[in-house]
């Protein structure tokens, strides 16, 4: 313990003895095996002034050691990590935590004020579950659209990094790969950013990385109904290999009755088609850029109409969007089909209308070399009781006809008919 702590024993009481720090993930590592030392009454608390136990570590291979900054009732208090100072639920400022969830600090700044109402709030965390935050962060609503916007979902473990080594910068720096800094330029001087203040961000006043994220959130893009009134269809993009058909379904279910739910397992995203085109719309706007699903931040857009998907692939495009590339030694496209004027069995099959409909005459042009046949009507019909006739053979074809191997009567077993006695 330190000295000038040892002579200020008349509000000891008071000092804090814990077991284990409260720490968001970002500030505890990506290594679940770490080791702690852990000093009783090490430091005065930079916001209450009253010393609590210190736990110092490192998160991980190539970290800076970090250190607990502020007590565990001041990080109760606002619902913060006692490192970082950031929300443990959003993992966000304070500044943009209140604002989007409009409450209003009330936390006292001088010395009495605050050590008063610092004991009124501690006694208040022992007589509460443990469950809720305390004070008017207890009594504000759960969650916030901004805050579901812009909350971050995963460990951001660049922030553990060392810092800038100065005699790098200076150009002195002899250690080289073995030197435990940072060899990189400094962040400018001028930038909001640099300029960082632990109370501050503690009372949510005069916070940059606060001010950055609310222009972030007023810049956000919006996700604007397709005209086509038809259109009650959503994409899901994003859903990995653990998120299922159940857990889709449990979620948009509460929007409106649901139709459809299709999942791509290759693409890993599904459709999701609603019964109501009002309902597809209350799921967009309210899942929209704060979809969060087994961890995973999904992305929510709308389905393109059948129209819009017909033309894209006549065009060339995939149902995905992409450009499909022309398969070798194929034509690049179909010829047209032949214009009838009057589309009836009868212009089909060249049918004569006055016979059986079983009675076709084949209207082919004749093959070269040999004579013209009679025209339609001056000759015998020809009667096929048992379906249309068989292609002609390989001489008699007309020419441009495409030939598969598949109809040659030699490859399929027939034999040729042969004559005795001539």
């Known amino acids: 313990m330190a000295t000038s702590l040892g002579s200020n024993t008349y509000n000891r009481q008071n000092w804090e003895d814990s077991d284990f720090p409260i720490l968001c993930q970002t500030c505890l590592g990506e290594n679940p095996y770490i080791r702690m030392t ?10 209450c002034a009253r010393p609590f136990t210190v736990f110092r570590w490192c998160p991980g291979v190539r970290m800076r050691f970090k250190k607990t900054e502020v007590c565990q009732t001041c990080s109760k208090m606002k619902n913060v990590c006692q490192t970082c100072l950031l929300d443990l639920e959003y ?34 965390i022992q007589n509460s579950d443990g469950t809720r935050p305390v004070g008017l962060l207890g009594k504000a609503p759960s969650s916030s659209d901004m ?50 203040n632990i109370k501050d961000r503690f009372y949510g006043i005069n916070d940059p990385v606060a001010d950055k994220l609310l222009k972030r959130a007023s810049t956000m893009p919006r996700l604007d109904p397709p005209e086509d009134k038809t259109i009650s269809t959503l994409y899901i993009g994003g859903l990995g290999e653990n998120v ?21 397992q290759r693409q890993q995203c599904a459709f999701i088609q609603f019964a109501t085109r009002q309902a597809a719309e209350l799921a967009a706007e309210k899942s929209f850029n704060k979809l969060i699903i087994n961890g995973r931040r999904l992305t929510v857009k709308w389905g393109r109409s059948q129209a819009a998907k017909g033309k894209e692939v006549r065009e060339g495009y995939s149902e995905m969007g992409t450009r499909l590339e022309p398969v070798p030694g194929l034509p690049a496209a179909l010829p047209p089909p032949l214009a009838l004027e009057d589309e009836t069995p009868a212009n089909y099959f060249n ?49 441009g006809h495409i030939h598969y191997p598949s109809q040659d009567p030699q490859r399929m077993g ?6 005795h006695g001539d």
């Open 147 to 196: 805050l579901l916007k812009l909350a971050r979902t995963t460990p951001y473990y660049k922030r553990n990094r060392p810092h800038i080594c100065s005699f790098w910068v200076k150009g002195e720096c002899k250690r080289g790969e073995e030197c435990p800094y940072r060899h990189e330029k400094p962040t400018d001087p001028d930038d909001p950013l640099a300029d960082q």
């Open 91 to 124: 993992g966000l400022p304070i500044q943009v935590r209140d604002t989007g969830l409009s409450i209003k600090d009330d936390v006292p700044k001088s010395d009495v004020n605050k050590e008063y109402y610092t004991q009124n709030m501690e006694r208040e």
């Open 38 to 47: 852990k000093e009783k009454y090490g430091k005065e608390c930079k916001i």
């Open 244 to 264: 299922t058909d159940s857990e889709l379904r449990s979620h948009f279910y509460q929007f409106g009755e649901i139709r459809t739910i299709t999942l791509v």
């Open 414 to 419: 027939a034999h040729a008919a042969t004559h």
């Open 351 to 399: 049918l004569d209308p006055s016979s059986s409909p079983a009675v076709l005459n084949l209207n082919l042009p004749p093959p070269p070399g040999l004579p013209n046949p009679p025209p339609p009507g001056f000759g015998p019909p020809i009667f096929h009781p048992m379906g249309p006739p068989p292609p002609p053979p390989m001489g008699l074809r007309p020419p």
